[in-house]
Every structure is written in C-alpha cells, then in structure tokens.
C-alpha cells in the first residue's frame, strides 16, 4: 500500500518517491507508474486481442464490445498480474469474454462483411479491399466449422503468428500436445477449404 | 486444386485476416475506459486524504475527456487548464515550452507531467499513446472542418515534438488526405509511393495507392485499376 503524508506545502507525497516535473508539482509515483504500465498494455496488446476476438467468431463490433470488456477486466486486475504476465491474463480473459458473447449473441458472420474499417458499401470499396473483405468471410466460415481447441491454436499460429511454445504456454498444454493439435488443425482446415473451394470454385475473389 | 494452389489460399485467407484492424476510435474508447477502470479501482484502495489537489484536478480533468472525445483545440485549452500542473503557480523555464493551445491533451496528467519535455531531459519518454491519440483526433476533425494546413501543422508536431511511434501508419494516411484536400497533389503522390514502397504489408497500403495517382506505373498496381 501507498504511505501518504501531507507534506508542509499541502502537497500530497508518497513513500515511493517523488516525481517531479520540474515545475513544483509532486505525483504519486506508484500511481504514475500503474497508469503507464495499463496504456503501454493497452498500446501492445490491443490488436492482438481483438484479433483473436474477431476470429473466434465475433462480429466487428462484437469485437469492439468485447475488447473492450477485456482490457477493462484486465485495468481492474493490473495490480495483482505479475509483469511479463499480461498477454496471458489477456487470452485466458478473451476466452471467457468470447464464451459469454457467444452464449448471450447470436453469431452474425453472414451479416458482416469483414470489409474496410469505415464500412462503406461493397460498390465505394477499391476490388482490393472488397476481395480482402471476401477472403475474410470465408476463412471466418472454415473456422467456424473447426472445433474451438483447433480454431484457437489455429489463430494463434497463423494470425497472431505465434510459435509452438507461445502457444502451449497460452493455452497451458504441454508442447507436444499444442505441436499435434495444430498439425490437426491444419490438416482439418485445408480439408474445409479444398472443399469450399470444390464447391465454388469462383468464390473468394481468387486471381 | 492443386496442393499448391491449397497453400497458397489458405495464405491468402490468413493475409486478410492479419490485415483486419479495429478502427482508432475503438482503441480510443478501449483505453479510455480501462483507464477509468483502473481510477475507480485505484480510489477504492487509496485513503481519502488523496482527494487533494492533484487527485481532484486529474479526475476532472480526466472526466472532461471521458465525456468527450479531444476533437477541437479550443478544448485542449480548457482541458488543460484543468491539469493539475496548471493549479501550480511556476516559472520554471523547463515547462514545456509551447502555448497551452498547443498542448496535446493526455489522458493522464500525471503521466503528462512525467513526460513533458525540455531539452536537458536525458530521456524523453515516447509519446504517449493517449498523446498520439488525442493529436491524431485533433488533426482528423480539422481536416474534417475544411483547415488542411491546421491537420498539417498538427502531424508536423506528431512527427516531430511527440516522435510518436504507436501510430505512424494513421499519421501518414492522414497526411496524404491533407495534402490531396489542400491540392498538393505531386507532395501526395510521391509520399503515398513511398508509404506503399516502405509499407507493404500495411492494412494501410491500399488507401496510401488511392493517393499515388495515375503517375503510379503499373508495376505498383494489382488490379490496374484507376486510382
């Protein structure tokens, strides 16, 4: 706990130390620090979460919502996570998160173009960023159709781009186990996809 | 389909994927409200002498900006005679040395405090994501009310005064958008060729091309569509 005396000048110091801009004014540098340390966590770690949100299989603004829930678990739980520890409080909170959006949503992939981040119709978007638009609702269609273990370690590996270990360490199963489940995965993916793809051999805007 | 062809998909599935990016104004909002998360959970433990000066001012201040996002320069003035270092009667030559109205508003005063600048200071601390943030909001809505040459200023003090780093791939866009309104048309095109040359797998690449013009040659294009 922070020790507070009211110094001569009414000023308010801590035992920690005195942070000083130089212009008179004194901060409590332990809350100084806890601040820092939540917006560099924020800065670091918020794509990360919300892409793992977006391709468990969340909406855009489902993501939104829920990132958001997310760091704000994390804001109130800093003090009491370890440093180095963030990114897996963050991932044990986004499952949860996920879990309970998905028990209280329904999921609206077919609704969600996946297209630019201003959202404009189909007809205003560069074919780039419509075919990127495409290519996403298709893979949030494979992944949909993969068991949730295999989907996870999945976007772990191939959007987050995380190793084995990361990995295993992550989900808290031994390397050997992450190691073969993502071998199924792959192999279950690419089977969805040479599927889809017999299927509708147009689809997802290939060249 | 070939096990090439398979592979190559797949990737391509995957590329689109990693390209996805919330929008700012949701890593604005994010951070905003786990800031003002971890304030109600901070006041919870800490004795109630602490509603003191600094205490007192920051949360106002830090409530003003919960309330409402930093889009205009005249409220980074009031939002920063709000700080708590504002409250302080100083002369020292060390405070920052620009006007208030040019302050960039933070999110926390006393990370502000921590980090405003002078020149002897042995380490600057990066820019504040709230920093960059709140400037890139100032510059968008200046932009947004017709004031190109004020966006313009404003990412010159991005780039130069905060030496941001979280979200220099939105600065550029948004200077290209600038200069296009402010009919500097060559600037842009060269400045969007170089952002696609240095950025490739930037989520940020098509819109930079939007701006390349039709001086861009075709090597630069996929669909060799008009700009």
């Given amino acids: 706990m922070i020790d507070w005396r009211k110094s001569g000048h009414g000023a308010v110091v801590s035992r920690a130390g005195l942070l000083s801009d130089g212009t008179g004014l004194v901060v409590p540098s332990r809350r100084n620090s806890a601040h820092a340390r939540l917006e560099s ?6 794509d990360f979460v919300w892409q793992l949100l977006r391709r468990f299989g969340l909406s855009r603004s489902d993501a939104d919502d829920a990132t958001q829930q997310v760091f704000m678990i994390l804001a109130r739980r800093l003090p009491s996570i370890e440093p180095g520890r963030e990114r897996a409080f963050l991932y044990g909170t986004a499952r949860r998160v996920f879990a309970n959006a998905r028990r209280g949503l329904r999921r609206r992939r077919e609704a969600d173009e996946g297209s630019a981040p201003d959202a404009l119709s189909e007809t205003d978007l560069p074919d780039d960023l419509v075919e990127q638009g495409r290519a996403r609702t298709l893979l949030d269609t494979l992944l949909g159709e993969l068991a949730e273990p295999l989907r996870r370690v999945l976007v772990l590996a191939e959007v987050e781009q995380l190793s084995v270990p990361e990995i295993a360490a992550l989900e808290g199963i031994p390397l050997g186990t992450a190691s073969s489940r993502l071998r199924r995965a792959r192999e279950v993916f690419r089977e969805l996809l040479a599927q889809a793809r017999d299927r509708n051999p147009f689809d997802s805007g290939e060249k | 389909m070939t096990p090439n062809d398979l592979d190559e998909l797949s990737k391509k599935l995957f590329d689109a ?24 959970e901070n006041r919870s433990r800490v004795p109630v002498i602490v509603t003191a000066v600094a205490f007192a001012a920051g949360v106002a201040g830090l409530v003003w900006f919960g309330e409402r996002s930093v889009t205009s320069t005249s409220i980074v003035r009031e939002k920063v005679s709000g700080r708590p270092a504002a409250a302080t009667p100083t002369s020292n030559p060390r405070e920052t040395p620009r006007q208030p109205s040019d302050v960039p508003t933070a999110t926390i005063p006393s990370k502000r405090v921590a980090t405003s600048r002078s020149s002897s200071s ?23 009310n017709g004031s190109s040459e004020r966006a313009l200023e404003l990412l010159d003090r991005y780039e130069r005064s905060l030496r941001g780093t979280h979200l220099r791939a939105e600065a550029s866009i948004l200077r290209l958008e600038a200069l296009a309104k402010a009919g500097r048309n060559v600037e842009a095109a060269a400045l969007a060729r170089e952002f696609v040359n240095e950025n490739p797998g930037s989520p940020f690449v098509d819109r930079a091309r939007f701006f390349a013009g039709g001086e861009e040659g075709p090597e630069h294009r996929d669909s060799g569509r008009a700009p």
Wanted: hydrophobic share 40%.
């Fill in chain 1, 41 to 46: 966590t924020v800065s670091t770690q918020f």
């Fill in chain 2, 122 to 144: 042995t380490e600057r601390a990066p820019a504040s994501l709230s920093e960059e943030l709140a400037l890139l909001e100032s510059a968008r809505t200046a932009l947004a």
């Fill in chain 2, 17 to 40: 994927a990693r390209n996805e990016r919330a929008t700012n104004d949701v890593l604005s909002r994010t951070l905003r409200s786990s800031l003002a998360a971890a304030r109600t």
